[in-house]
Every structure is written in structure tokens, then in C-alpha cells.
T-cell receptor, first 116, second 109 residues
Framework: NAGVTQTPKFRILKIGQSMTLQCTQDMNHNYMYWYRQDPGMGLKLIYYSVGAGITDKGEVPNGYNVSRSTTEDFPLRLELAAPSQTSVYFC???????????????FGQGTRLTVV | GQNIDQPTEMTATEGAIVQINCTYQTSGFNGLFWYQQHAGEAPTFLSYNVLDGLEEKGRFSSFLSRSKGYSYLLLKELQMKDSASYLCASVDSNYQLIWGAGTKLIIKP
């Protein structure tokens, strides 16, 4: 059981470059999330998805884009990378139902991104 | 607005007990999670409370009072490996996770 697989683990980008962070989960979870975590800080939500074909902005969406074409995949796209996007990025997934069932969020290993 | 408050940092002694508090204000409530995060690693699940009361899991226990918007994580028989950040997250009416900034716990010998 792979859980949440996130790639790459590390990346250095030059200002203005673009890249896609990949995230895949095999638990059939409906919710998927992208967070960033700056040193010594908590998790900030970038984008989230409640199911295939549905995405929505979180707290800090500027400079990012996402898509959710399948239940399993939730890639995060950075366009025109800026130094302010230097951070650790976490993908996560969970299952929530209107009947009140909530599983815990499972996290990927994280991506350490540096923009220089 | 939605808000989760927890102390920024706490220090405790190996073998002792520590209580990390979390207060939440969210639009609706569908449960509260506690996670542990070691430096440089992803958060890992510790506990989930949706009803009032205490849930015990070995050395870790979590308490919830929905009427007070309050939870705490209790760690007993502290070990050096418990040095980590502890994150509190509330599930709102839209089933969104609202995260606190985390409490950094430092364990001293």
C-alpha cells in the first residue's frame, strides 16, 4: 500500500522557471490537498479538491495551479517561479463523507523547493 | 473567521507529563485531529476526537470539549524522541481541515 506518493523530493528552480509537483494516492480518497510549510511555521493550504474535476483555492493560491482529472492524481503547477515560493510542499489526501465519516489526512514525503 | 490557537513552543523534561492545548473557532465542527511532525518530515496522525471526552492511546491521550471549543493532547512518560511539533486541526462544516501553526515541543534530559 503506497499511500500518498509525491515527487520530486528536492528541486532547485531558477526565477521564472516552471515545474509540476506530482501527487498520487491509491486509497480512493475524495479529498486531496496541497500545502506549503515555511521554516518554523504551520501548514498553509494552497489548493484542495473534493473529488475528480473539482478544485478550489486555499489560503495562498497565487502563483500556483492545480488539476484533478482523476481521483488518484492531483498535480501542482508552479508558473514563473519566484524566491517567495521557496518552501516545503506537502500533498495530502483524506476521505470525508456527508454522513460524518472522516479519515485522517495522509501526507506525502514532501518536496523541498528552492527558487534562486 | 476560522482560527486555531496553540502555543508556539513548550519545554518539558524526559519522563514527565506535558499537556498541549488547542482552541478552535471554525464554521461548523466535524472533529479534531492531532498530528506529530518531526523536523524535516511529513506530519503523522496521532488522534481524532469527534465526541466530548478523553481518548487514550498508550502514552498519548487527547481530550475534546465541543462546548468550549477546546482540545488538549497529553503526553506521558516523555521520551527524547517526542521532541517534535504537534499540530492541531479542526474539520469544519465543509469537511475542510483548518490547521493550527503547531506547537514545538522540546524535551530536555
Amino acid at each position: 500500500n503506497a499511500g500518498v506518493t509525491q515527487t520530486p523530493k528536492f528541486r532547485i528552480l531558477k526565477i521564472g522557471q516552471s515545474m509540476t509537483l506530482q501527487c498520487t494516492q491509491d486509497m480512493n480518497h475524495n479529498y486531496m490537498y496541497w500545502y506549503r510549510q515555511d521554516p518554523g511555521m504551520g501548514l498553509k493550504l494552497i489548493y484542495y479538491s473534493v473529488g475528480a474535476g473539482i478544485t478550489d483555492k486555499g489560503e495562498v493560491p497565487n502563483g500556483y495551479n492545480v488539476s484533478r482529472s482523476t481521483t488518484e492524481d492531483f498535480p501542482l503547477r508552479l508558473e514563473l517561479a519566484a524566491p517567495s515560493q521557496t518552501s516545503v510542499y506537502f500533498c495530502a489526501s483524506s476521505y470525508s463523507s456527508s454522513a460524518g465519516m472522516n479519515t485522517e489526512a495522509f501526507f506525502g514525503q514532501g518536496t523541498r523547493l528552492t527558487v534562486v | 473567521g476560522q482560527n486555531i490557537d496553540q502555543p508556539t513552543e513548550m519545554t518539558a523534561t524526559e519522563g514527565a507529563i506535558v499537556q498541549i492545548n488547542c482552541t478552535y473557532q471554525t464554521s461548523g465542527f466535524n472533529g479534531l485531529f492531532w498530528y506529530q511532525q518531526h523536523a524535516g518530515e511529513a506530519p503523522t496522525f496521532l488522534s481524532y476526537n469527534v465526541l466530548d471526552g478523553l481518548e487514550e492511546k498508550g502514552r498519548f491521550s487527547s481530550f475534546l470539549s465541543r462546548s468550549k471549543g477546546y482540545s488538549y493532547l497529553l503526553l506521558k512518560e516523555l521520551q527524547m524522541k517526542d521532541s517534535a511539533s504537534y499540530l492541531c486541526a479542526s474539520v469544519d462544516s465543509n469537511y475542510q481541515l483548518i490547521w493550527g501553526a503547531g506547537t514545538k515541543l522540546i524535551i530536555k534530559p
